[in-house]
């Protein structure tokens, strides 16, 4: 039979077996990095004397027709072929004949699949990390124009404490930088070269991997030819740390759908990233949102299929590993997509301070300044004083306002040890100015956040 592993074979290929082997389908987006490998594994070849100068030139001039036909969309796809290893091959032989058929000596497909995907991988992690990193430029660049605007805190989704808006999406800027770091260790764990462990035990040929490994970028080669060929840690790596930006994101996510709603108000979503309803007329929903936040159940899915597919598989290649491209694919390019459009919608959204400054002032969220300014000017243990600002908080939930629009006769009507500085703390730009303790929501401790993630930003832009 034809194939390129025909020699043993008598019979044909059924027609069902090739349509469930192959992975050109989709393999075929590692055609840049397959062909990238096979130019350098050429000219380690020639370097060691297996190919002559001129085998080593048509191989590599061939190659880049083979490239330029891919780019070009003339390139024909075959089922036949298999996978994007075999298809690239045979379109070699096509083109330049005979020394073409010396590219695959001392190497194999399950170094080669393992060479491309890994560089795959790597190469989605720094695309990854540069959206990121424009990310959070533009939640620094709004947090900049919001130390000052006042927002309720929450915990249980209920009014809790006031805090700037500043401070709270600078609380997701430290997520993503946390997932930048994540991604760049994932990088240097797994910057190895899997090329010229062949089929898994080596080989006789004296070939030379650290050419290949430099050349192709990579910090060294693995150092074990049997990991090299079984390993797809590099890619559950980048499955897990896109699954986390997923997660920050759908939180983040959720909040603007909150947020975006008549019942808070406190942003308002741009037309260009909101859509409409086929039959309420009134309605401009925050789909975009609502994306990102859904987007997370397939790339959690994607995490545990491959985790699922590895689980007890034994040394070395087994064909279940090529189950692992499509669940990275979905990832990487859901995610990608995904911080695209976070990025756009927040360039162009609008945050509404008054509502928000509205809405702070509902649900006694200065209660606790209140209870520390007893125990700290008045000498009530901090028990006690608790139960005392209950009480007030009780007292003008009866008479229906806040705790602040209180006057300081009526405080200290329930409790007389009260003093009448007690109505200074109960002012929202107060209680959240004397949040001063490092990382607090202060104007001073929100500056010194924004200035050294502005500092770490800028390093990882100059790199
Ligand atoms: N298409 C295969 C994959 O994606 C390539 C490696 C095949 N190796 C083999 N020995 N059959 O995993």
Redesign the pocket.
């Known amino acids: 039979m034809n194939k390129p592993w025909g020699g043993r074979f008598k019979d044909d290929s059924s027609k069902l077996l090739e349509e469930f082997n192959a ?2 389908s989709f ?1 075929k987006q590692l055609y840049k990095e397959d062909i990238f490998g096979s130019k350098v594994h050429a000219e380690m070849l020639y370097n060691i004397g297996i190919l002559t100068y001129e085998e080593k030139n048509n191989i590599i001039s061939g190659l880049n027709k083979v490239y330029q036909e891919i780019e070009d969309g003339d390139f024909v796809f075959k089922i036949q072929d ?4 075999m298809a690239i091959e045979k379109r070699l032989i096509q083109l330049i004949g005979e020394s073409a058929k010396k590219l695959h000596t001392a190497r ?3 170094d ?2 393992a060479l491309d ?1 890994k560089m795959y991988c790597l190469n989605q992690n720094k695309e990854i990390r540069l959206l990121l990193l424009n990310l959070i430029e533009t939640l620094l660049d709004i947090s900049k124009n919001h130390t000052k605007t006042i927002m309720p805190g929450m915990t249980h989704l209920q009014h809790a404490q006031p805090i700037s808006f500043a401070f709270h999406i600078l609380a997701y800027c430290f997520m993503y930088m946390r997932d930048v770091e994540r991604l760049i260790d994932d990088y240097n764990r797994n910057n190895y070269s899997p090329l010229g462990s062949s ?1 898994f035990a080596g080989t006789p040929y004296d070939i030379d991997r650290n050419f290949t490994s430099s050349k192709l970028g990579f910090n060294s080669p693995c150092y074990n030819a049997c990991d090299g060929v079984s390993d797809r840690d590099f890619a559950l790596d980048l499955l897990y740390s896109i699954s986390m930006i997923a997660m920050h994101t759908s939180r983040f996510a959720e909040e603007l759908v909150l947020w975006s709603s008549y019942e808070f108000k406190f942003i308002t979503i741009s037309d260009s990233f909101s859509t409409g309803s086929s039959i309420m007329p009134n309605k401009k929903n925050p789909d975009v949102a609502e994306l990102l936040r859904g987007k997370t159940g397939r790339i959690y899915g994607n995490l545990v299929s491959l985790l699922t597919t590895l689980k007890a598989l034994p040394l070395a ?1 087994n ?1 279940d ?2 189950e ?2 499509e669940a990275l694919f979905d990832s990487c390019s859901n995610i990608i997509l995904s911080l695209k459009v976070l990025i756009g919608m927040l360039k162009e959204v609008t945050i509404n301070k008054d509502e928000m400054f509205k809405k702070a002032q509902i649900g006694h969220i200065t209660a606790t300044d209140l209870a520390d300014f007893l125990v700290q000017k008045v000498g009530i243990s901090f028990r006690e004083s608790h139960h005392i600002v209950g009480k007030i908080v009780a007292y003008a939930e009866s008479k229906n306002c806040d705790i602040s629009a209180l006057n300081i006769d009526e405080i200290i009507k329930q409790d007389s040890r009260i003093t009448r500085e007690a109505k200074e703390v109960l002012d929202l730009n107060y209680s959240m100015n004397s949040r001063k303790s490092f990382g607090g929501t202060s104007e001073e401790s929100v500056k010194y956040q924004i200035e050294f993630l502005s500092k770490w930003l800028n390093e990882k832009q100059a790199r």
């Open positions: 992975s050109i393999d298999e996978d994007i290893h194999s497909r399950n080669q699949v995907f089929a290649y064909k590993m090529q692992d491209k």
